[in-house]
């Protein structure tokens, strides 16, 4: 049955898909970056459709926004060039794109002819914030705790690893 | 509401809105180079028409007849589509911005002798119909508009350009944090992200005459850690090291010429329009003011106050523009996380406790 | 209405997309933006299952992967600079040395 639900799944899976295969083609990274900026946007869209308002602003605020800004910095810092080709890469690509594509074929095979027909509404499960606010701070607390202790790790090793490199003080002389 | 009825009430709105906005644009500019023209005691724009007030008009059309070079060494793609980038998203998050109560199109009984009946709908003054997270969509699509400028740096391979966007995005996105932070203190006393609800927590009085608006409830504090946000966000003086002329030759867009870089000034102001939307919404009350009058007119002045607050943020934005110098870059970055991000901490937790209690 | 194998095999082909990326790219930075499709893909199937199961849970999950792909970006990224900035080169077949 076409409806509009299923309409409007098609066209963000097509442009999330078309993204992440733009990704795979292309040479220069910052053309990678740009197409896994689409994937993430239609991807926020997914999310849309799926009811999960809150999580679909912080895909575009975090991941989007932030953390591909991230990426886009660190490319245009180090002034990254097109990649070449290498012995090593062309072997990865005669054998690495079909076996890919026989094993996503299979697995998609499996999954369509043996999942049941449930079907998922539009806006099945609504992710109101509060709701997801009082299940972070109750039930996954825990979580939530061990995570923010991850991110002060992760500064502080950035911070770390980012600095220029102190010189090693030579040895005195007896 | 019947469909029809829904798409047409939302595209009226959207030409509507679009063309207050983007006229609103251009007079923006005019009201800024006279309001700091007079601050430095001289006349702005008096030529092109009574007080100037065509100049705008006039940069317009100088802008769309100035050649439209483009260096041959850029990477043209990212350099046609930065100031898109720029201009699309600032443009785009007006779309959740309510102005004024919702617009009840019933049966018409003030002076007409016969009705007109088009049954009673409200028609919300909104582009979009009331977005539950509308706030998080505005600091979505802020977070987006970063990538104009880092990408119009990098396109024009050209030192000073890079250096410029580098710059102007690293600050975009330090003050971010704090931006949103300050947010967070009006979401724990309304209760909802939805923009209309923030609004309507603000109705009333308090103490008789004290209106009952977020800076007044006690987001002071959060109403000035926004404003010093909101002038980094959109990379204005005294954040505006990136674009300044005396520093990086022009910043992000020295190789721009014509219609390119009139993007680039378009989308700064459209931005300031919707920071200072967004500033009325949530601290200055909205559309929350004195009603009186006939239907027609109690109609009509909420969206009336609106517009003025928001006339009263923009003036705010082009006083300190008159008034301040410029901060350096280490400054600036010092001041945004080791001030303003302690400060956005502690108004949230004193906020907290405030409503917990 | 959509069926929910939909919505897995769209999050299979991102996840597969992901990890040919991996396998057949030099460039380090190109690596680590497939490992965050990667990412992105399992995202995906935990929002669709927790609207299959209506538990939300499925929906905090997901901002424990997103806080963790944050923090091994960000970690990664620094890691690129100073790899970048010893070896001047950011292929990873060239980086085969233990040292310089």
Not at chain 1, 130 to 152: D, R, V, Y
Not at chain 2, 103 to 114: D, E, K, T
Request: with cysteine.
């Amino acid at each position: 049955m076409i409806n509009i639900h299923l309409i409007l799944f098609l066209a963000f899976g097509a442009v999330a898909v078309a993204g992440a295969v733009n990704l795979l083609a292309q040479t220069h990274p910052i053309n990678g970056a740009l197409s896994l900026i689409a994937v993430m946007a239609a991807l926020a869209g997914e999310y849309l459709l799926l009811g999960a308002e809150f999580v679909a602003a912080v895909q575009v605020i975090v991941y989007a926004g932030a953390i591909m800004v991230l990426f886009v910095f660190v490319i245009m810092l180090l002034n990254a060039g097109v990649e070449e080709r290498t012995k090593g890469s062309r072997v990865a690509i005669i054998f690495g794109i079909p076996g890919m594509l026989l094993g996503s074929l299979l697995i998609a095979w499996a999954v369509l002819r043996y999942s049941g027909t449930e079907s998922v509404a539009v806006g099945a499960l609504p992710g109101a914030p509060a709701t997801i606010g009082e299940l972070l701070f109750h039930e996954f607390l825990l979580p939530f705790e061990i995570t923010s202790i991850l991110i002060l790790i992760a500064i502080m090793g950035a911070v770390v690893l980012a600095s220029k490199p102190h010189p090693i003080p030579q040895g005195k002389e007896r | 509401m019947p469909i029809w009825l829904y798409i047409l009430a939302s595209v009226i709105k959207s030409i509507i809105v679009l063309f207050v906005l983007l006229t609103a644009v251009a007079y923006t500019v005019w009201l800024e180079r006279k309001v700091v023209g007079h601050m430095q005691n001289r006349w702005g724009p008096t030529r092109v028409g009574p007080f100037g007030l065509l100049q705008p008009a006039a940069d317009g059309i100088k802008f769309l007849f100035k050649e439209d070079l483009t260096p041959p060494h850029v990477y043209k793609p990212l350099y046609i589509a930065a100031p898109l980038i720029a201009v699309i998203f600032a443009l785009t998050s007006i779309a959740v911005v309510p102005f004024g109560n919702p617009v009840v199109i019933g049966p018409l009984s003030v002076g007409f002798s016969h009705p007109v009946v088009i049954g009673p709908y409200a028609i919300p003054l909104q582009i979009t119909t009331d977005v539950n997270t509308g706030l998080l969509l505005i600091l979505g699509v802020t977070s987006i508009g970063v990538y104009g400028v880092a990408l119009a740096g990098w396109s024009s391979n050209n030192k000073y350009s890079l250096l410029g966007g580098l710059r102007a995005s690293a600050q975009m996105i330090s003050y971010e944090i704090s931006l949103g932070l300050s947010l967070v203190g009006v979401l724990i006393m309304a209760g909802s992200f939805s923009l209309n609800d923030i609004v309507k927590a603000q109705q009333g009085h308090f103490w008789g005459f004290i209106p009952r608006w977020n800076i007044f409830h006690g987001q002071v504090i959060g109403f000035f850690i926004y404003l010093i946000a909101a002038y980094a966000e959109t990379n204005r003086i005294p954040f505006d090291l990136p674009e300044a002329e005396t520093e990086l030759v022009a910043g992000y867009h020295t190789e721009y010429s014509a219609m390119k870089f009139a993007m680039f000034f378009m989308a700064e102001y459209a931005n300031m329009i919707t920071v200072a939307c967004v500033a009325t919404l949530l601290f200055l009350g909205g559309w929350n003011g004195p009603i009186f009058g006939p239907y027609i007119l109690q109609a009509i002045l909420p969206v009336f106050w609106f517009v003025a607050k928001v006339f009263v943020f923009l003036f705010l934005y082009i006083w300190v523009r008159g008034t301040l110098p410029r901060f350096r870059y280490d400054q600036l970055m010092a001041f945004g996380w080791k001030f303003l991000l302690p400060l956005a901490l502690f108004n949230l937790l004193a906020t907290a406790f405030a409503v917990a209690w | 209405m959509v069926p929910l194998s939909y919505y897995l095999v769209l999050s299979g082909i991102l996840f597969a997309c992901g990890v040919t990326g991996f396998l057949i790219k030099r460039n380090i930075i190109t690596i680590f933006m497939s490992i965050e499709l990667m990412l992105n893909g399992v995202n995906l199937s935990f929002v669709a299952f927790a609207a299959q199961w209506h538990s939300l849970a499925g929906q905090v999950f997901v901002f424990f992967v997103m806080v963790v792909a944050a923090a091994e970006a960000a970690v990664g990224l620094a890691i690129i600079i100073s790899v970048y900035r010893s070896r001047e080169t950011l292929n990873v077949d060239q980086v085969n040395l233990l040292k310089l």
